[in-house]
């Protein structure tokens, strides 16, 4: 039994199996796809972008005990983008930090799980974001804490390229940097779509990597599909005396091949896409096992 | 040119030290805040780029381990303090008033007052006390932090009651928002006042003419404004009203009885301590002739206070003159 009162304290299996991961991914696609097509509310594209992201960050890097969400020396994740809400909570589910059937209530009246993910859930949502560009300032504010207590614990902070459009991020950008959080990981889930459409068409935020090396930061541009790339990244990352930007290139939909590519902010999923999405998602998975 | 050995010579101000006294000022704020952060070691202090104006030098000087300069950044140094608190950590935000409410409002929202993180925000410079102008002066900020769920706003009067205060507020758990006016050298040294508690009024005079409701730097004013009216015969209630959100229920019963309730506050007179002693007057069913003092619905400009207070109204003078209207109207 690992021992609580370490930082070596191995709360929860995790595995870096490749296979498995993907897996895993593609599970929780079907999860996105079941959440969001009965009631038509929630972000589909996004969280079909994400899910090896959210498969590889829950199932292999991130140290949490399902058993003790509030252990102090956890891991903490913060979704900046916190709309992207179907992946989030199939994830959380997934991993056994809330109960399935509590996830079904998702967007129901009453139901803690909002479309953006607030700390109603529970301490599982270790912040209130969505308001976008807060969440690295979070982030760094737990970052420092866990510094100054001489902890092992990592905060995670992903959000969306798009978001870089908020000035708070570079006053955040600029202070970890300035600050060297080597404890402090930020991922760019860099899908390039934002409500109106592609990013490039509203701001350029390009290049991503440029500025936040310019800003002191440890950067690696990624596949973010790419899972032993994505587990090689996050591992150099542990290793920095800096805080780190993965810039994680995803697509939209990816997983769907009837999907893929559509910059789709906010998408509805009648019955049948919905169908067909989980036929293709199963065809993937065939060919996936092969 | 400046001759390099002449410089050491050279007064640097920074604008908001209304005088030469301000630099040897007791820092009533900056050691209380040392004190309670040697009782508990969770509390830590976040700065943006004004150390020495909100007298966290002395906190820096004497904790540095526990002592963050955020840089001119007070979005991202209120979203870090929820970082830390949600770590378990006490952190006190320091600014001028105007950017440490204003400026990050969705952030306090978000990050401090949803979550009900264990967040101070100090704030210096309230309402008409700067040279600077328009940019400086906060005449907004207590109803801003006023109309936030979870948030306890608390304007203090003295060196006695900012001690007091700072001791309450770290002991409180929960956000606050803390609006202090500057040392400026004026105050006598003084221990903490060992009737302050957050929530509750303190009758600083009693009579049975009107009441006279103010915080902050407006106690003094209101308690020279009922010293003149005492000369011509009449006699006021005076309270200092420091916690003005949640206000104390007890003032309703005080001025039940009184034919007219005056409120003075260095801020707009539009959701401030006005706005929130009006709503619980009426909401009580206290019906009496009732005022504001305080800025009106305006801007104002760069001044010396004592300038500014008279031009905007906010003067024993203009006191005084409500009183005498409410007493006018009254006869038949």
């Not at chain 1, 560009?133 to 995670?156: F, K």
């Not at chain 1, 600029?174 to 934002?194: K, P």
């Amino acid at each position: 039994m690992f021992d609580r009162a370490t930082g070596d304290r191995q709360p929860a299996s995790r595995t870096t199996e490749v296979e498995e991961l993907a897996r895993i991914a593609r599970s929780l696609r079907r999860d996105v796809i079941n959440l969001v097509a009965p009631t038509g509310q929630g972000y589909v594209q996004q969280g079909l972008g994400a899910a090896d992201l959210f498969a590889v960050l829950y199932f292999s890097e991130l140290r949490l005990d399902p058993l003790d969400p509030e252990w102090p020396d956890r891991d903490r994740f913060l979704l900046s983008t916190a709309h992207n809400t179907a992946i989030f909570y199939a994830t959380l589910a997934a991993r056994g930090l809330v109960a399935c059937e509590a996830v079904h209530s998702y967007c129901g009246d009453g139901s803690p799980f909002e479309i953006n993910a607030s700390e109603r859930v529970g301490t599982v949502i270790e912040a209130t974001l969505g308001s976008l560009g807060q969440g690295l300032s979070v982030g760094i504010g737990m970052a420092l804490a866990a510094r100054r207590r001489h902890s092992q614990a990592r905060t995670y902070v992903l959000l969306g390229d798009g978001e870089l459009q908020e000035g708070q991020l570079w006053e955040a950008a600029l202070f970890a940097g300035s600050a060297r959080l080597s404890n402090l990981c930020l991922i760019v889930d860099d899908n390039r779509m934002q409500v109106e459409g592609h990013i490039d068409q509203v701001v350029t935020v390009a290049p991503i990597d440029a500025k936040f090396a310019a800003f002191g930061w440890a950067v690696e541009t990624v596949d973010g599909h790419d899972i032993s790339a994505l587990l090689a990244s996050l591992e150099r990352a542990r290793g920095e005396e800096r805080p780190t930007c993965l810039v994680a290139r995803t697509l939209a939909g990816k997983g769907v091949p009837s999907l893929e590519g559509l910059l789709a902010h906010n998408l509805k999923l009648p019955p049948t896409v919905a169908s067909r999405a989980l036929t293709e998602l199963s065809q993937s998975a065939r060919e996936g096992s092969r | 040119m400046i001759a390099e050995n002449d410089r050491d010579s050279l007064e640097v101000l920074d604008f908001t030290a209304r005088n030469a006294s301000a630099a040897p000022a007791v820092k009533h704020y900056g050691e209380a805040l040392v004190a309670a952060a040697q009782r508990d070691p969770r509390i830590v202090c976040l700065t943006a780029d004004l150390t020495l104006p909100t007298e966290t030098d002395l906190f820096r000087d004497t904790l540095p381990d526990r002592f963050h300069q955020i840089g001119i950044a007070e979005a991202n140094m209120i979203g870090i303090a929820g970082g830390l608190a949600r770590s378990g950590e006490i952190p006190f935000v320091h600014s001028f008033c105007v950017f440490a409410t204003r400026r990050c409002y969705d952030q306090i929202a978000m990050q401090v007052a949803y979550p009900r993180a264990n967040v101070k925000i100090v704030g210096v410079i309230p309402g008409l006390t700067t040279l600077l102008g328009v940019s400086h002066q906060a005449i907004d900020d207590l109803a801003l932090m006023r109309a936030l769920p979870n948030m306890t706003v608390i304007e203090p009067c003295g060196p006695g009651d900012v001690r007091a205060a700072v001791a309450a507020v770290a002991a409180h758990e929960g956000p606050v928002y803390l609006r202090l006016k500057r040392a400026d050298g004026a105050d006598e040294s003084a221990s903490a006042k060992s009737d302050f508690q957050i929530g509750r009024m303190q009758v600083l005079r009693r009579g049975a003419d009107g009441v006279l409701v103010a915080c902050g730097m407006m106690v003094a004013i209101a308690l020279r404004a009922a010293e003149t009216l005492a000369c011509e015969g009449l006699s006021l209630t005076v309270v200092d009203m420091p916690t003005v959100k949640p206000l104390d229920p007890d003032l309703a019963e005080l001025a039940r009885s009184a034919p007219l309730v005056i409120v003075a506050e260095n801020h707009s007179i539009i959701g401030g301590l006005g706005s929130a002693v009006a709503e619980l007057l009426l909401e009580e069913g206290v019906h009496t002739g009732f005022r504001r003092i305080g800025v009106g619905d305006s801007f104002a400009e760069g001044g010396s206070t004592g300038y500014l207070f008279e031009k905007y109204g906010l003067s024993k003078r203009a006191i005084i003159d409500a009183v005498e209207d409410l007493r006018q109207r009254r006869r038949p």
